[in-house]
């Protein structure tokens, strides 16, 4: 898998305080990677550090095989940002914000034009394009940054809490657009607050806690590894026997609870096999067979509180 | 296209000095500022000055008009756009320092041009003819060429609050304007004041000017077009490598 960002012990200090704290990481070609974690854990500042805005005081960033420090235009060219707060130029209008971008961007001014056309129609906001910026909803504005952001067709997208704050209608629009771009091919770099927008956007997510990485998985992986032990929850077509079920192999303990059987067992794969061997051996029929993870939310409260399971 | 490049890095200065000329150059007040500041300042000393001549006066109103236009704007800019994070937009474009600097020099060279044009214009209205009309545009070009990379320059120290550089704008460029020789002809200043008046590319400008309406000079006017032109490097070069040092700061 190609890495389109490989950040190698990125280090930032303020005064006295580790803002960043060596992390290390790649994001991969084609996935959307959710970065996120507690208020003033550093991922703004990571996010500055990745696309140039700031220097790291040590440790490096390629992206797209460019070095942050070393060939800042060159990598700077294959990505756009969304950054946390809309940073429009409010005395502009939309349509020569986005003129602007794609003049600073090296497009040629017909293909500029028409890269603006195609993306405030898409954003909503084709109607209002001579419309002055400081006259548009926060949605509207975070609708054209994205579009700004996309000016150049960019393989790699930095989103820093792209939904925040926003209507239904806004943030519906945003992932839709994420998820579309995505499947496109483009790469993108989610900075969030907001767990279920991870969850079902994101392939690998990564958790950063006072200015260190301590998590980096699949939402899904992440969720099961914080759990030594892991619940099931089964139910069958008629009754089976109590103390054979608790017998079986890799089985901690077996309650009943309603019609159903809630299990905990270290090895859920293990258990699972056991379960569908029982219920043939039994003669019963399994009715519902649920694992309980824990959700994105748990995982993460868990890890950035260093709460024990 | 190599976006690195020199020729692609220029273009998109002229982007940047397009959007600074569209927010913060065509304002009305901005305009008037330009026009009125050193008017008002001409006529106090008009008023005040009965020994010097209206043709002197008008040729320091011309180099003080271009001084104060092309400084007028430019230090603000970067703390404007700072606390409106519209730089962090440009500082993670693929965009040098260097030419985001010299976007904001472009724009504040065309406006000091602009505006000093009109004042020329007032000047021959008044009667003053144009003796030296060469002389007289090639110095308006490296002057503010020269004034916006001072104007620049003020802006260096990383602030976010535009009162701040306002403040110490104003400290540096009065000062400057009575060692320049506008109002006190550099013959009749005291050696102290001449040898401060050396250290002022406005001085060089003012000479410029006084000689293509009145045939009058005190230095060589080769002296005054290469001390110009010597000052612009300097200031051009000093002024981009720090602020390539504190652009981070400001984020």
């Known amino acids: ?275 569908v061997e029982f219920s043939r051996h039994q003669g019963a029929t399994i009715v519902t067979l649920n694992t309980l993870a824990p959700s994105l939310d748990e995982a993460f409260l868990r890890l950035t509180k260093g709460e024990k399971p | 296209m190599n976006p690195s490049g020199f020729p692609e890095q220029l273009r998109r200065s002229w982007a940047i000095a397009k959007k600074d000329i569209r927010i913060y150059y065509i304002k009305g007040p901005v305009l008037i500022f330009g026009v009125f500041m050193p008017l008002f300042m001409f006529l106090a000393f008009l008023m005040g000055t009965r020994e010097v001549p209206l043709s002197f006066l008008i040729s320091g109103l011309v180099g003080m008009t271009l001084f104060f236009t092309a400084t007028a704007v430019s230090p603000a800019i970067f703390p404007w756009e700072g606390s409106a994070k519209t730089l962090e937009r440009l500082a993670s474009c693929p965009v040098t320092v260097e030419a985001i600097v010299f976007g904001d020099m472009i724009a504040s060279t065309l406006f000091g041009i602009g505006i000093t044009i009109i004042t020329v214009i007032i000047g021959l209205a008044l009667g003053l003819s144009l003796l030296h009309g060469i002389t007289l545009v090639a110095a308006i070009l490296i002057a503010a060429c020269c004034f916006s990379a001072i104007g620049m320059l003020l802006a260096v120290p990383p602030t976010n609050v535009p009162s701040n550089i306002m403040m110490l704008s104003s400290l540096i460029k009065f000062p400057l304007v009575f060692i320049s020789g506008i109002f006190v002809p550099l013959e009749q200043m005291p050696s102290w004041g001449l040898m401060l008046s050396y250290i002022s590319p406005l001085t060089y400008f003012t000479d410029l000017v006084r000689y293509s309406f009145t045939d009058a000079h005190f230095f060589p006017i080769w002296a005054d077009i290469a001390a110009l032109a010597v000052f612009t490097l300097m200031f051009t070069v000093v002024t981009m490598v720090l602020h390539k040092r504190t652009m981070p700061q400001r984020m």
């Not at chain 1, 700004?148 to 704050?165: K, Q, R, V």
């Not at chain 1, 790469?187 to 767990?195: A, D, P, R, V």
């Not at chain 1, 992440?222 to 759990?227: M, P, R, T």
């Open chain 1, 1 to 275: 898998m190609t890495a389109i960002i490989q950040a190698s012990n990125l280090t930032k200090i303020f005064d006295k305080s580790t803002a960043v704290d060596h992390i290390s990481f790649d994001v991969h070609e084609g996935e959307i990677f959710g970065f996120l974690g507690p208020n003033g854990a550093g991922k703004t500042t990571t996010t500055r550090m990745l696309t140039g805005v700031i220097p790291a005081d040590s440790g490096t960033v390629t992206i797209l095989g460019h070095d942050i420090r070393s060939e800042p235009v060159m990598a700077k060219q294959g990505f756009g940002v969304v950054p946390e707060t809309s940073n429009a130029y409010t005395d502009l209008t939309a349509w020569q914000n986005l003129m602007l971008m794609g003049e600073l961007y090296g497009l040629p001014r017909a293909r500029a034009e028409q890269r603006s056309s195609e993306l405030l129609g898409l954003v909503g906001l084709l109607e209002r394009k001579d419309q002055k910026v400081q006259a548009y909803s926060k949605g509207m504005k975070q609708r054209l940054i994205l579009a700004m952001a996309l000016i150049h067709e960019p393989g790699l997208l930095f989103l820093d809490e792209p939904t925040s704050g926003l209507d239904v209608q806004s943030t519906q629009m945003i992932l839709a657009l994420l998820r579309d771009l995505n499947d496109k091919g483009t790469t993108i770099f989610l900075t969030t607050h907001n767990m279920e927008e991870a969850n079902r956007l994101c392939h690998r997510v990564g958790i950063i806690l006072a200015g260190r990485m301590v998590a980096i998985d699949a939402p899904e992986k992440l969720k099961v590894a914080i759990d030594r032990v892991h619940k099931i929850e089964v139910s069958f077509d008629h009754e089976v026997p109590a103390d054979a079920l608790a017998r079986l192999a890799g089985i901690t303990s077996a309650d009943r609870t309603g019609d159903k059987w809630q299990i905990i067992a270290e090895n859920r794969d293990a258990v699972i096999r056991s379960l």
